[in-house]
T-cell receptor
Framework: GEDVEQSLFLSVREGDSSVINCTYTDSSSTYLYWYKQEPGAGLQLLTYIFSNMDMKQDQRLTVLLNKKDKHLSLRIADTQTGDSAIYFCAESRTGNQFYFGTGTSLTVIP | DAGITQSPRYKITETGRQVTLMCHQTWSHSYMFWYRQDLGHGLRLIYYSAAADITDKGEVPDGYVVSRSKTENFPLTLESATRSQTSVYFC?????????????FGPGTRLTVT
């Protein structure tokens, strides 16, 4: 909602890296989040980054934040078939308002 | 079982009927949220609650009513359902810790309004 944008689809081969991109709108957003949704399930928090950081690494996941361009990315190293899912970025704005992107459907080809 | 549950998981109702979606969490989290998920829109926040008896509007509150008399429950009511409210509804709970929310989501309720 409120113009948090993501590309809709991404296909990668198993073992390659995946990069999912997101642009957000509010420069005052304090935290930015990545969630994963598997078919028929709710969202699961993968990782988050504080707005004064440029990068955060968590095992196979790397989050990059370009605050000037309001651009957030999630890199998944050594992508596996179990990583196939929809990935959402989200920003938290003032108060407790959360705005999610439209989601990127990642397909991993064996 | 511990966690966050939603009921019913599937619901079909007719235009104009009142329907209530239930959400229950066992963590005693202060915050609870209701979202709807629609193709092309991602998730949009309907209402949230910071504590029992404290609720606030989100991005798309029109046509919905919430209450929070107990910390663990956060029901969402559609007072007079419309076809545009056909959606998948997700409830979430969180604690506000070190300036951020780690939200835990329920499995969702798929609502169809005919």
């Amino acid at each position: 909602g409120e113009d948090v944008e993501q590309s809709l689809f991404l296909s990668v081969r198993e073992g390659d890296s995946s990069v999912i991109n997101c642009t957000y709108t509010d420069s005052s957003s304090t935290y930015l989040y990545w969630y994963k949704q598997e078919p028929g399930a709710g969202l699961q928090l993968l990782t988050y980054i504080f707005s004064n950081m440029d990068m955060k690494q968590d095992q196979r996941l790397t989050v990059l934040l370009n605050k000037k361009d309001k651009h957030l990315s999630l890199r998944i190293a050594d992508t596996q078939t179990g990583d196939s899912a929809i990935y959402f970025c989200a920003e938290s704005r003032t108060g407790n308002q959360f705005y999610f992107g439209t989601g990127t459907s990642l397909t991993v080809i064996p | 079982d511990a966690g966050i549950t939603q009921s019913p998981r599937y619901k079909i109702t007719e235009t104009g009927r009142q329907v209530t979606l239930m959400c229950h969490q066992t963590w005693s989290h202060s915050y609870m949220f209701w979202y709807r998920q629609d193709l092309g829109h991602g998730l949009r926040l309907i209402y949230y609650s910071a504590a029992a008896d404290i609720t606030d509007k989100g991005e798309v509150p029109d046509g919905y009513v919430v209450s929070r008399s107990k910390t663990e429950n956060f029901p969402l009511t559609l007072e007079s359902a419309t076809r545009s409210q056909t959606s998948v509804y997700f409830c979430a709970s969180s604690e506000f810790h070190r300036g951020q929310h780690e939200q835990y989501f329920g499995p969702g309720t798929r609502l169809t309004v005919t």
